[in-house]
């Protein structure tokens, strides 16, 4: 093979193997492209994920519930608190119902109630005014005594404003949970509840309307039901709401309810987390 021969050879191997470079380089940009477009999807779906697990901030109940265009009849709240074991005089105990009185601008104008039982004790003070019920307790089951130990306080404050236009439920709900965290108390239950007027008797169709309006602002899904007109109430689960209770292996936070009262002609709803606190 004469030199100019080979020469061609090279030359010809040399194009076969530029051209296999830039082939393989314009598939390597073609999986490149490909990949990054995949990366942007599956970011762009996590990221989505993401956002509807932990980054989701539904609306406040207080707002939820005023989109019934109900008319607010009362807003409550009761937080339970464990205050535990050690031995408490009747005036260390009274010292603490002054103390968290005081930190919710409640002026204590009577004395403190006392009722002493054989395993309970109750330490307490109810004001009642034009706006507002407020009670305040320190409970202790078991025998407070020197000399046994086998006793538990709690501590409950029950507020429960009258057609709260204002919305100062949640303002005292804050004022109480830091009350109870500088004493040290760790909350037990914490029910938030709110209730409002519809003139008449409400249909269950209408019921249903204003139920499911509750829980869709609430992003809240079905847990049970009964949905009759002799007893309408509905259990849900919202992620937006912190405290809950388990029935049947099941998480429930969220609890809306009706009732018609016939002396007053009018349909009461409510709705409260983790469920509604007494009678309805």
Known sequence: ???EQKLELYKNRSKRIMEGIREGLKRKKRYQIFF???FVLWAAAGAQWIAGKFLFLPKEMTEVFAETNSKLSESTLEIIADYGEEFLTIEDQKELIRYLAAGIGLNIEEDISVIEEENRQVIFYEKQANQA????KCVTLGQNDTNKTARTHYLLVRICIYKDTGLYLSSYQQKVRKLLDNLGAKERNCTVQFAGNFAGKLTVSQLNEIADRLLAGLDAKVI???RTEELYTVYGYARGQ???ITVDGKKINIQIAAAYEENE?????YLATPMISGDW
Not at 133 to 136: A, E, H, I, K, S
Request: net charge positive.
């Open 1 to 3: 093979m004469s030199r």
């Open 36 to 38: 990054g477009i995949l």
């Open 133 to 136: 019920q407020t009670t305040l």
């Open 224 to 226: 049970c039901e009964n």
């Open 242 to 244: 912190q405290q809950s």
């Open 265 to 269: 002609d009018r349909t009461k709803i």
